[in-house]
């Protein structure tokens, strides 16, 4: 691989390998099964042979192919298990593998972004890649000053494959949902394209990584690498490393996965008030335990802007369900744009389906797994069910868009962690105005 596949036929063709790819199993599946063979391990095999190919297209084609698999990866959690099984590892791969650039490219992005001089800022600089993610390539690298840093170089051509693979996506979404049963692919590769341009340039990262990590600055639970330098293509930041939450996902003890939850729980909820931003790649490659117990958080390319923290209006709709109060949080639903205009929706149907947001609240700790989730997949998803006619009632004004998606994405993650979180005493101190209305005005003013 000397390059980033550039051309969209080329591309598009690796792209569409995957529904063809399932299709084709799936026929010979069937005719397996007329010879005499074993519907269930005829099934079995049809699925890690398609997870096989999800991890080898998208891993090698990177871009915004890469992304998509990385923000599926976030959602297995609620698929159901006969279908996510064989998919999960090749997803957790997503996360932070796929195929290196060669040396000279890299060399030749460090010269373009830093100058042909690049190697005198690095008293050492490993040429083998130490992690890979959708649109560049870290490597460990000595500073001038004696640091250790993490460099991360840009894939040439990542702006060209980004654009061209969440175009094809798109397109393909329809074929491409038996991939991920159970998700609504569509939305969230229209919600991809929208944040794309942000992550291409670097110094737009340097600048929310450094906000972030002057907020948390000596905190004792969440640990920002600093930046060290920055260009358009690459940047420079500390190196620290740790146990990846993927690994406490499949093998951590119970502890484990509990205090892990507890902190990226504290993550999500306190940014938007301490640093006016939300880090919006919530998938489990961007975070790490370190030995000391604090959560570090990497890749702050995409970021919604909070300015006055999490949406008022989202909390207080939360605060509604949970005191009880249908009508007041119907009006407050149509009143905000969350309702399609003359909907019949009745007030008590609107606190039946927020019940994802508020049955976690309810008690001082819930044990967040994937049956819960998939369950509220199911109730929403189930055409049969009134929740699905909810559903398409209701309404996400674009504002709100990237909030839900993130939020949902580290609700996902808990359920993949299996734990048990003091969600409620979280969201207390962060938003107490979810649980006491006299709250509000001084919340609003803080």
Known sequence: MTDIPRRTAARTAKLASLPLGVAGRAAAGWSRRLAGGDGDEISAQMMAKSAEQLF??????????????????????????????????????LQSAAPPMPSADVHRMLAEQFGRGWRERFRDFDETPAAAASIGQVHRAVWRDGRDVAVKVQYPGADEALRSDLRQLSRMSRIMQPLVPGLEIK???AELRERMEEELDYRDEAEHQRAFAAAYDGDDKIKVPRVVASAPRAMVTEWVTGQ???????????????????????????????????????????????????LMVL?????????HGLPRPLSVMVRLALEDEPVALLQLLRDHGFVRAASPLAAEEAVEYLAPFTEPLRTETF???????????????????????????????????????????????????DADVALRGIVGRWQPWVFDAEDESAGRHA
Not at 58 to 84: C, H, N, R, T
Not at 277 to 283: F, G, S, T, V
Not at 374 to 389: C, I, K, M, N
Request: aromatic share 8%.
């Open 299 to 307: 890749d702050y390319g995409a970021v919604a802007r909070l300015p």
């Open 244 to 294: 990846r939450l993927s690994d406490v996902i499949r093998g951590g003890s119970q502890d484990d996965r509990d205090r892990a939850a507890a902190l990226l729980a504290e993550f999500h909820y306190s940014a938007p008030a301490r640093v006016g931003l939300l880090h919006a790649d919530p998938h489990p490659g961007n975070f790490q335990v370190l030995d000391d117990g604090r």
């Open 187 to 189: 939305p969230l590769i």
């Open 56 to 93: 080898a297209v998208l891993g090698e084609l990177k871009g915004g192919a890469m992304k998509f698999g990385q923000a599926l990866s976030v959602f297995e959690a609620a698929i159901p298990d006969e279908y996510a099984a064989p998919f999960r590892e090749s997803l957790v791969k």
């Open 367 to 417: 044990r967040f797994n994937r049956r819960w989730l998939q369950r509220q997949a199911e109730r929403v998803g189930d055409l049969r069910r009134p929740e699905f006619q909810v559903g398409r009632e209701l309404n996400l004004p674009p504002q709100y868009l990237l909030v839900h998606r993130v939020t949902m994405g580290t609700l996902g993650v808990l359920c993949q962690l």
